[in-house]
């Protein structure tokens, strides 16, 4: 296949592209290379990939009409879309900058798609978009109503543009609601990666909500996987869905959203003290209030995902935070 990740200098579109070149997929990979976080890791993750066989690249901007002209004319399998302006907290500063990325960037994905007859796009969405709902695990048919942050809000937002595509055109299009990823060569932006920064260097840690929140992480291998066997999965319209009963999550269209979790959720706690035991220091704590846009809890339920790629073994997280400090120590040389 010829394979079009965007965002392939990030996290999950690093490792994704590496992922399907090894399976011999020819991948064309777009980023911006923005500096929302430290550039010279995205670089560094570049340099890996352009060592590759069957991988190229362009520095576009999704937001553009350049990356869109690219989409039309790629002629491309599968468009597998990470790019985005990620971030719960940062939307709350800069929410501008989730309506030029995941908006303005989302529709020129689903033009391009559109003109240039993709088979299949699979985009990114967020566990985030479950806003303040506490029933769990969390189900693709949950209502996602009351998101609690402008990103989330962004993502529920693509959501439903990408069904207006799948409706209009007949674009097969998946949605994939992520859940708190990590791993090496993870996005320093994020929880797991400042504290063991700050523990390396023996700084104190921020603990919001004094500690009383669980999260479903999910190791970044599990999210490949899930991925790589959704390739030549596209969605077909769903014979069974009923218009006076409409359930969320799947449609009359060619269009499905799916968790991707580890669907076994750790205090925070817990995964701080296993964080702690790999790196073999102890953290200095700072116990703070619930932050603004922050949930108590997520949990995924991934029955719909398993139903389509097959039983899926989650990595725990001792044996991937193991794996994400081997790395730590060796890219930082601490």
Request: charged share 20%; aromatic share 12%; glycine share 8%.
């Amino acid at each position: 296949m010829k394979v079009l990740v965007t965002g392939a200098a990030g996290f999950i579109g690093m490792h994704l592209s590496e992922r399907l070149i090894g399976l011999g997929h020819t991948v064309c990979g777009v980023d911006n290379c923005n500096s929302y976080y430290e550039v010279s890791l995205k670089q560094a993750r570049l340099q890996r990939l352009e060592a590759l066989p069957q991988f190229s690249f362009q520095q576009l901007d999704v937001a553009d009409q350049a990356f869109q002209q690219l989409v039309e004319q790629g002629s491309f399998d599968v468009v597998v879309h990470l790019a985005a302006q990620a971030g719960v907290r940062y939307s709350i500063q800069n929410p501008l900058a989730y309506s030029d990325s995941n908006l303005q960037g989302f529709t020129r994905v689903l033009e391009g798609c559109r003109h240039g007859k993709v088979g299949h796009l699979i985009f990114a969405s967020s566990s985030s978009v479950y806003g303040g709902n506490r029933k769990l695990p969390f189900a693709e048919t949950d209502a996602t109503d009351h998101p609690v942050s402008f990103y989330a809000a962004t993502k529920k937002a693509n959501e439903g543009m990408a069904h207006a595509y799948a409706h209009l055109y007949g674009l097969p299009v998946t949605g994939l609601r992520f859940f708190t990823v990590y791993g090496p060569w993870g996005r320093p932006d994020m929880a797991y990666f400042s504290f063991a920064q700050k523990i390396i260097r023996g700084e104190t840690i921020d603990v919001f909500n004094h500690g009383n929140m669980r999260r479903d992480f999910t190791y970044i291998d599990d999210i490949v996987e899930g991925i790589v066997r959704l390739l030549d999965k596209p969605p077909a319209a769903d014979e069974q869905f009923d218009v006076l009963k409409p359930v969320n999550g799947t449609s009359w269209a060619p269009y499905r959203i799916l968790n991707i979790g580890g669907s076994n959720p750790v205090n925070l706690m817990d995964f701080i003290s296993t964080l702690e035991k790999h790196l073999g220091k102890e953290a200095s704590k700072r116990f703070l209030p619930m932050q603004d846009g922050d949930v108590l809890e997520t949990a995924a339920d991934t029955t719909a995902l398993q139903a389509v790629v097959g039983q899926l073994s989650p990595t725990s997280v001792d044996e991937g935070l193991a794996r994400f400090v081997a790395w730590f120590r060796q890219y930082y040389n601490v």
